[in-house]
């Protein structure tokens, strides 16, 4: 049995093009694209999710490698990976954001340390709740949501499509709002109770101008956010699982098709 050239492009592009989109969008997520995790691991897990998903695919059209058509056909499905990838990142990226809020508010914006799901230093609450985060994403199942979502891009961005449109990169840039709003959601109960407490400073200052503030307050700052914290966990974890389904739900108009 002999291959011709057609069918041998064939069979590279059912492979090839799905890892493309599924590597770059491992690449970009939160938890599978952590420097922790080793780069061979994320590619043999790109690959084996390629070998699984890219049968159930509709066929792709033979396309020769090595010319422009096929550095487009690259450049397409990378984009659309890294925008699948980072739009799961902000949600991570909200809750993070959330907890430097309430971190400055607390009083514990100087305890810094080192993050490693980022690659950065952030500071002790915040990568509290990223972990907290990531621990609810996967309890969620988001693991296998991610998976989902990544086979129905291929329905609604299909491979050998049309170009990326307009609409989709100004979805993607919208994405930022989610992102603010997201932190504002996590933040806001404890920053708002903890104003309460620094007016509630205010006026004993102004009551006993003798006694020391600084030294008084911070401890009772402290201790009140720590309080406040325990008691708003299962509301953050609501708002995070809120935020995963809103992602699921905005995916079609995320990627340029129809809602």
Known sequence: MRLTEAQLLEWLGL???PFIRIAATLMAAPLFGSRALPMRLRLLFALVLTLVMAPMLPATPPLAFFTDAALMMLVREFLIGLVLGFALQLVFEAVALGGELLSASMGLSFAQMND???GTSSTVLSSFLQALA?????ALGGHLALVEWLRESFTLQPIGAAPLSAAMLLSMAQEGTALF???LRV???GVCALLLVNLAFGVMNRAAPALNMMSVGFPISLTAGLVILA???GSIQSVFAEMLMALGNRLPLLLGASP
């Open 187 to 189: 933040a806001l109960p």
């Open 231 to 233: 008691m708003s966990l």
């Open 134 to 138: 990531v621990l609810s994403f996967l």
């Open 181 to 183: 709003a997201g932190a």
């Open 116 to 118: 490693p799901l980022r």
């Open 15 to 17: 492979y090839v093009w």
